[in-house]
């Protein structure tokens, strides 16, 4: 796959001038030059080849010669809300739930949560998003929503109606959330270190969400969303043969 760089605006065939980091990117980073071929995205789900025809020091002239719409989502949405943890943690988490193909992330305040990230931190890790997309080749960009207290987002009633939050002590459920899910999608929510509170795993209970026991091992708050998100995304390939859920 060729190079793929990010661009928030519109696209369509023709000529098209890029500024800013990322003609910085292409023109001094990868060192593009006249006559090479690369591919811009801007999150609307389609990748666009162009042609570079002229490099300059803040700028770089190129020609939309395509549009392509290759099929790289699940066509059933899957929403993972988690506290994030401290750090280059919660960038690892953002970047492999980006290419594990969730939809949408959903920072959460609990009970037991430590980092409660304020909106420029997620404005950085929404561009770990926009890098991590680049590298996977997705072209939807999945949603960091803005941080939501756990005792309004179990009661939400427009999320999907298929939710499972991960909590010990119940019966192991590792094959329940590989199965396919539903067109309506599917959520997934892990709590912090320590978990959640017995009144909170309640309060979810009582709205409707389904227990998933991830093991007799404690695992980090990383970890865990991301095992819970590979198990469901995990039946998108069968065989080797790509199948989207």
């Not at 739930?97 to 409660?116: N, Q, Y």
């Not at 939807?140 to 803005?146: A, G, S, T």
């Not at 959640?196 to 991830?214: K, V």
């Amino acid at each position: 796959m060729a190079e793929r760089f990010y661009v928030n605006s519109p696209l369509a065939l023709g000529p098209i001038v890029l500024a800013g980091p990322e003609a910085h990117h292409l023109a001094v980073v990868s060192r593009v030059r006249a006559g090479d071929r690369v591919y811009l995205f801007n999150g609307d789900g389609r990748q666009y080849p162009v042609l570079v025809n002229a490099v300059h020091r803040k700028h770089v002239e190129l020609t939309v010669e395509a549009v392509e719409a290759p099929q790289r989502e699940r066509v059933s949405p899957l929403e993972v809300a988690v506290p994030l943890p401290k750090a280059d943690r919660a960038t690892f988490l953002v970047e492999k739930l980006t290419e594990l193909g969730v939809t949408k992330l959903v920072p959460l305040r609990t009970a037991r949560s430590v980092v409660h990230p304020r909106e420029t931190r997620l404005e950085k890790l929404q561009r770990t998003v926009v890098e991590a997309s680049k590298q996977c080749g997705r072209n939807v960009l999945m949603r960091i929503e803005p941080l939501t207290d756990w005792q309004d987002y179990c009661r939400r009633a427009e999320i999907a109606l298929d939710r499972s939050f991960a909590h010990p002590g119940r019966n192991r459920a590792a094959k329940d959330p590989a199965m396919p899910a539903p067109r309506s999608g599917r959520v997934v929510a892990v709590g912090p270190e320590g978990g959640f509170t017995d009144e909170e795993a309640m309060l979810a209970s009582e709205a409707g969400w389904r227990i998933i026991d991830l093991g007799p091992r404690v695992l980090r708050v990383e970890t865990a969303a991301i095992v819970l998100a590979a198990l469901i995304l995990g039946t998108e390939v069968v065989g080797g043969i790509h199948s989207p859920a």
